[in-house]
């Protein structure tokens, strides 16, 4: 009953490094979201996926790549972190028509 | 034609008063209206959520008001306690297909109510 799990938490990049965040879900999901929230604002789409090997930009694609080779997996990658990184990703599901399901965050700053 | 305005940015209200928090559309294809509440540290949680063809939802001390012809809804919380202050988001998604472009949030109300 895991419903979306993200990690890490907490992670600090130094300007150019590279990392992946990492989302699963567990309720068979088609449909998986990378949002970022910067502090005292809302949520901005990065990617999202209608299925297995179907990705699609949102709003602030920019740095940012994901892949979808299963349906429980959606990871987003960045590239050559940059300061304008440092926000708070959430990755979230649904299934067809409903309501969207939240994962914890991962909380990056990039320095 | 996309965006969901929400108002008032925070809002702050006592112990046992009535929080209301507005939001507005424009897309008249938009059919499904959800509310998610965060705390901090957390990710948001759908708390309810309307379908057009209502003009009122309730589920506990949340109610939704929905006015089709005004494409406005809005969020009312009775008897407002401190374990409900939190970040509140509106969103408006269109169909089936609710992903995307089609699926889309207010900017949010910072809620804090007084003990």
């Known amino acids: 009953n895991a419903g979306v799990t993200q990690t890490p938490k907490f992670r600090i990049l130094k300007i150019g490094q590279s990392m992946t965040l990492q989302c699963a879900q567990d309720m068979n999901h088609n449909y998986m979201y990378w949002y970022r929230q910067d502090p005292g604002m809302g949520l901005k789409l990065i990617y999202y996926s209608v299925g297995a090997g179907i990705t699609d930009k949102g709003e602030v694609p920019n740095g940012y790549n994901v892949s979808r080779s299963t349906t429980e997996d959606f990871p987003l990658r960045l590239e050559l972190a940059a300061p304008s990184q440092t926000s708070v990703y959430f990755c979230?599901?649904?299934?067809?028509?409903?309501?969207?399901?939240f994962g914890s965050g991962t909380r990056l700053t990039v320095v | 034609q996309q965006q969901v305005k929400q108002s008032p940015q925070s809002l702050i209200v006592q112990k046992g008063g009535i929080s209301i928090i507005n939001c507005a559309y424009e897309?008249?294809?938009?059919?499904?209206f959800p509310w998610y509440q965060q705390f901090p540290g957390k990710g948001p949680a759908l708390l309810i959520a309307i379908r057009p063809d209502v003009s009122e939802k309730k589920e506990g001390r949340f109610t939704i008001s929905f006015n089709k012809s005004a494409k406005q809804f809005s969020l009312h919380i009775m008897d407002s306690q401190p374990g409900d202050s939190a970040t509140y988001f509106c969103?408006?998604?269109?169909?089936?297909?609710?992903?995307?472009?089609?699926?889309?949030f207010g900017p949010g109300t910072r809620l804090s109510v007084l003990p």
């Open positions: 897309n008249t294809a938009f059919d499904y």
């Open positions: 969103a408006a998604s269109m169909g089936r297909d609710n992903y995307g472009q089609n699926f889309v």
């Open positions: 979230a599901s649904s299934s067809r028509g409903g309501g969207y399901t």
